[in-house]
Antibody, heavy 121, light 108 residues
């Protein structure tokens, strides 16, 4: 896998969870990354975007103020910190690489395998 | 927000058929459109970007066209692995935007 995800699981409403996405293939300093999710039986939903230099971050209205993207350059890791989780956040979360090198093109050419997040009491 | 509407929601076809999926934007999005293939249990796969550019490694049986508000994805000579769900997605210079609701291509 070029992007390997971890960190999914079952969590109660109101709790937090952090998803991780590691790559040994790409220099995460050169690429922007995104998170996209798919709720059960539903379509794809863009969640968050972070540019290569971290100067630009964007979040869907549904997660703004609750989710935060970050990265650890030394570990080649991209994170999605999810706080105040709600049942409607349940779904499979995918990290994805932006197609652009040192520029956000905003179409996604390399994807992780997905992490299942279930928010339930 | 710009809304993306795909049609049809479901499409029935046979192996070897040619099919076309349409994606309409509620406003002019120029050529800021990508197409993805999504199979159950698998990650989405980028097929097309900039409305009509074929991603490296994607079969030439896939083609796309359009600009402004109307876009199409055409798959010729359907193969068994093509029977799955396809999504369009609008993007702009800031970030990815809304996905269409998806079109499921099923075996007739």
């Amino acid at each position: 896998e070029q992007l390997l995800q971890s960190g999914g699981g079952v969590v109660q409403p109101g709790k937090s969870l952090r998803l991780s996405c590691v790559t040994s293939t790409y220099n995460i300093n050169l690429y922007g990354f995104h998170w996209v999710r798919q709720a059960p039986g539903r379509g794809l939903e863009w969640v968050a975007t972070r540019s290569d230099n971290g100067m630009n971050e964007y979040y869907a209205d549904s997660v703004k103020g609750r989710f935060t993207m970050s990265k650890d350059i030394f570990k080649s890791m991209i994170y999605l910190q999810m706080n105040s989780l709600r049942p409607e956040d349940t779904g499979v979360y995918y990290c994805a690489r932006d197609s652009g090198r040192q520029i956000l093109l905003n179409y996604l050419d390399v994807w992780g395998q997905g992490s299942l997040v279930t928010v339930s009491s | 927000d710009i809304q993306m509407t795909q049609s049809p929601s479901t499409l029935s076809a046979s192996v070897g058929d040619r099919v076309t999926i349409t994606c309409r934007a509620s406003q002019n999005i120029n050529r800021g459109l990508a197409w993805y293939q999504k199979s159950p249990g698998k990650a989405p796969k980028l097929l097309i970007y900039e409305a009509s550019d074929l991603e490296d490694g994607v079969s030439s049986r896939f083609s796309a066209s359009g600009s402004g508000t109307e876009f199409t994805l055409t798959i010729r000579s359907l193969q068994p692995d093509d029977f799955t769900t396809y999504y369009c997605q609008h993007y702009n210079e800031d970030r990815p935007q809304m996905f269409g609701q998806g079109t499921k291509v099923e075996i007739k």
